[in-house]
């Protein structure tokens, strides 16, 4: 059960590590789609 936590734990670390670079661009998309569909 630990080792399936730890797993988890470092995947979502590693996620989060690319989300930090693709940050940015996640926003304006985001931005980019509210604006579109307001």
């Not at 059960?1 to 926003?27: H, T």
């Amino acid at each position: 059960m630990k080792k399936i936590l730890g797993l988890g734990y470092l995947a979502f670390f590693v996620k989060q590590k690319k989300l930090e670079k693709f940050s940015s661009l996640v926003d304006t998309v985001k931005s980019f789609y509210s604006a579109f569909f307001a």
